[in-house]
């Protein structure tokens, strides 16, 4: 069974960093994209970064130049991470692990993990 484990959110100032981890496990077939998504109260989930298991990344234009995804798949490691540098109030949500599994192309989603920016 697959398992998206997300973690590492938090409250932190306005300007400031976070660094959030997504460990999934429980693939027999590995997984194409993965990725983090946001949602913040009142709004949609959105994108904010999507990585290819070749290291091919896509991000928001809200987090290009602040935020950096990059992907460890060493060792059959899924884990996937989001550096997030001079954070902003209006980053402020729940961020979600998504990955895609490869050959069957199911979705998975983590359970998310707050972050708080306060100005």
């Known amino acids: 069974q697959v398992q998206l484990v997300d973690s590492g959110g938090g409250l932190v100032q306005a300007g400031g960093s976070l660094r959030l981890s997504c460990a999934a496990s429980?693939?027999?077939?590995?997984?194409?994209?993965m990725g983090w998504y946001r949602q913040a109260p009142g709004k949609q989930r959105e994108l904010v970064a999507t990585i290819t298991s070749g290291g091919a990344t896509n991000y928001a234009d809200a987090v290009k130049g602040r935020f950096t995804i990059s992907r460890d798949n060493a060792n059959a490691k899924n884990t996937v991470y989001l550096q997030m540098n001079s954070l902003e109030p209006d980053d402020t949500a729940v961020y979600y692990c998504?990955?895609?599994?490869?050959?069957?192309?199911?979705?998975?989603w983590g359970r998310g993990t707050q972050v708080t920016v306060s100005s």
């Open positions: 998504n990955a895609e599994e490869r050959v069957v192309n199911l979705n998975y």
């Open positions: 429980g693939s027999r077939f590995g997984f194409n994209f």
